[in-house]
């Protein structure tokens, strides 16, 4: 499920809802979602957030792109229940992890990333007094954001590279140049931070 | 008026970089040998072959490399004691867009340095600069979705938005396309700041008004392009 940097320009009603707000009622329903155990509660949950895409403009197609990627973990997770429990308990599982993914995942489809990190921002000022640093956090988060994409293409690079040299699926052989590049990119990224005036005061 | 307040009076290059016996050193290599100059030309370049000092050259010049001797002064800041202020009069776009990009989004990604101007002024700025390089219609992208031109001018937008003094190039080309160096090109002519640009594309260089050439750390030539480029195709025949 690709649940980053992917919101949309639509403009819905939960578009233009304050992302403060969004992220409490998010931050709220998983937490009710994990105290609840009872079947029909979670399905009324998860058709709710299937309402709220609709809500929101999305079409069923969005909405299976953002679950493809983990129906099989989705299954996987099932079966593995099964051996411990009811198949009642295995299907709450899994539906409460598929509403609070697609839940994130409607959050992020809604709310763009620069408001993502200023509603953080926000909420980590509480945490000041822990010595936590709410700028640095959310530069941190961005920064995760926008090399994720980047740390993906470098997989595949160094994938590509080593199929060239005949030597296929062998994690260890990819592992040094990952951590090599890797630690390049931060080096930069650090330089970079450091010439774009990044205030560590801010 | 002291030096050092001319850089607020003032957009032109009249600003003025002085390197004193200047030497950088890492671990027990020297990258760069007893360097003494001043440069307050408005298109220099340096020049060398790969491993010649150039980056390190360039990243002395806004403090992202401090000397190991020596001083390095922008207009009267030195680079050492006063690193913040040399860097907002001091722009740098790297080599590899893709590094210097902090933000997801374009317009994001191109508020990053300006952040703590007041919301209009932040607006007016990206506003022009977006529409100025044609990068308006890509305001919301994504920038991992963006080509390698468009994502080496997003990099030399968000060090223009801030509106520098100079602008320091670190082979600014080298990963583009001829359509794409060709525009990076013209806008590069097109720029009224000071500009400080290393490159292996002699071409770009021509109408500059000084280029300096390194070699394995020492400098060997300080002229105009005229002199300067045929030197360097020799030294590198």
């Known amino acids: 499920m690709k649940i980053i940097a992917d919101h949309t320009l639509d403009t819905s009603f939960i578009h233009g809802l304050w992302p403060g707000f969004k992220l409490t009622v998010l931050f709220g329903f998983n937490l009710f979602l994990f105290f609840i155990n009872r079947l029909y509660i979670i399905i009324t949950a998860l058709v709710i957030t299937l309402l709220l895409y609709k809500v929101a403009g999305f079409s069923s197609i969005r909405i299976w792109q953002k679950v493809r990627s983990v129906w099989v973990f989705f299954a996987v997770l099932f079966v593995f229940h099964l051996f411990f429990s009811s198949w009642q308990n295995s299907l709450i599982v899994v539906l409460r992890l598929a509403s609070l993914l697609l839940l994130a995942g409607l959050f992020t489809l809604t709310t763009p990333s620069s408001q993502i990190m200023e509603t953080l921002e926000r909420y980590f000022i509480g945490l000041q007094s822990f010595g936590a640093h709410p700028a640095k956090i959310s530069l941190a988060l961005s920064l995760t954001l926008r090399f994720i994409p980047i740390l993906g293409q470098i997989i595949h690079e160094v994938h590509e590279a080593q199929q060239a040299r005949g030597s296929e699926g062998n994690i260890m052989n990819m592992t040094m140049p990952m951590i090599i590049r890797t630690l390049k990119i931060s080096e930069d990224v650090a330089s970079a931070i450091e010439a774009r005036c990044y205030d560590n005061d801010a | ?237």
């Open chain 2, 1 to 237: 008026m002291s030096e050092k307040h001319v850089i607020y009076d003032d957009m032109s290059h009249k600003s003025t970089i002085r390197l004193e016996n200047v030497s950088v050193t890492f671990e027990k290599y020297t990258v760069l040998h007893k360097l003494n100059l001043l440069l307050d030309e408005r298109l220099i370049a340096v020049i060398g072959a790969n491993g010649s000092g150039k980056s390190t050259f360039v990243r002395l010049l806004n403090g992202l490399v401090l000397p190991t001797e020596g001083n390095v002064t922008i207009n009267g800041f030195d680079t050492r004691r006063e690193g913040k202020a040399v860097r907002r009069i001091v722009g740098f776009v790297f080599q590899n867009p893709d590094n210097q990009i902090i933000m997801p989004t374009v317009e994001e990604d191109i508020t990053f340095g300006i952040k703590k101007l007041k919301k209009e002024e932040i607006e007016r700025r990206i506003e022009e600069t977006l529409q100025r390089y044609g990068l308006l219609s890509l305001r919301k992208k994504r920038v991992h979705l963006l080509s390698g031109g468009q994502k080496q001018l997003l990099a030399i937008c968000g060090v223009l938005v801030m509106e520098p003094h100079t602008i320091i190039l670190d082979e600014p080309t080298t990963q583009l396309d001829l359509y794409n160096r060709k525009r990076i090109a013209e806008i590069i002519d097109n720029l009224e700041q000071r500009i400080i640009m290393t490159s292996h594309d002699l071409l770009l260089l021509k109408k500059f008004e000084r280029i300096l050439v390194l070699h394995e750390g020492h400098l060997i030539y300080d002229a105009s392009p005229s002199d300067a480029i045929p030197f360097y195709e020799r030294l590198m025949a």
